[in-house]
């Protein structure tokens, strides 16, 4: 599969065209970001690591039945997706309080929440990704009122999935980002999971220690993002003998 130009660059990832017009190239970088870029390091090998974590929770979705754009990882750092037009929303989904949430409400970190919760916030740096509601998302026509009962329903599934995933190798799933994207299979359009799943977009707890095993050590300058990123492959059954 060769690579063609840049079509989109992110903070965290590149999306390259390649001679299939459904299909992309995903390659992850090694930029770490937060608090919209106003903090930027690059962190050796940990797009290595978010490649490898979001393939094995990717297949573990497909596997349950959860259609998304994961095709193959093509290596180290790259992987084979299907083309998307993403919708411009990022799906958050939490169990506990944390990050923005606390200090919005006000409440703890690490308090249970009465009932999973799901929030949207427009994908818009240049706004700081604004809180958005349903009513937004329909009057500015991001998405139509079936694709976000669509969205919230798989947005469901998916933390149930994942709480699983992660309660069985002793971690705590506190909160997530999700994306979806509308893939034209030429005969129907469906909504799909698309992006990446990794330690960057989730927050992971160590279940009796509740160590921060995601991007809040970067974020709050704990330092060891590396050794707990592989702490998470490791759990999840990820071979690193060649990492
Ligand atoms: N998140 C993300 N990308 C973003 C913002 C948030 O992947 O641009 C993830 C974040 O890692 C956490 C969840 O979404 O798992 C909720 O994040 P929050 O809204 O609390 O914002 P943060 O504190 O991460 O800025």
């Given amino acids: 599969m060769s690579k063609n130009k840049v079509l989109y660059e992110g903070k965290a990832k590149q999306l390259f065209l390649t001679e299939k017009d459904d299909e992309l190239i995903q390659f992850f970088k090694d930029d770490a970001t937060a608090f919209n870029k106003k903090k930027h390091e690059i962190i050796d090998s940990k797009g290595v690591l978010n490649n490898l ?7 573990y979705l497909g596997k349950n039945g959860i ?35 606390t ?6 970190e690490g308090k249970d ?6 929030e949207f916030n427009l994908k818009d740096d240049e ?16 998405a139509n009122q079936n694709e976000i009962d669509e969205i919230k329903e798989k947005a469901i599934v998916v933390n149930r999935l994942l709480s699983e995933l992660f309660n ?5 799933l506190v909160d997530f980002k999700i994306e979806f994207g509308r893939f034209n299979s030429g005969k129907k359009v469906e909504i799909i999971l698309a992006d990446e799943i990794s330690p960057d977009s989730c927050r992971l707890w160590d279940i009796k220690s509740n160590e921060k095993l995601d991007k809040d050590r ?19 059954g990820i071979d690193l003998s060649n990492f």
């Fill in 218 to 236: 970067f974020r709050r300058n704990l330092g060891g993002l590396i050794e707990a990123y592989k702490e998470v492959a490791t759990r999840l």
């Fill in 67 to 101: 259609p998304n754009h994961f095709i193959k990882r093509l290596n180290e750092r790259e992987q084979l997706i299907k083309k998307v037009e993403i919708i411009p929303i990022e799906v958050v989904v939490r169990n506990k309080a944390a990050g923005t949430f």
């Fill in 127 to 142: 706004h700081d990704d604004p809180l958005v509601s349903d009513e937004h998302i329909k009057v500015f026509k991001w």
């Fill in 53 to 59: 974590i979001s393939e094995n929770i990717f297949n």
């Fill in 168 to 172: 069985k190798i002793d971690i705590i």
């Fill in 103 to 108: 200090k919005r409400f006000g409440i703890e």
């Fill in 113 to 118: 929440l009465p009932e999973t919760l799901i």
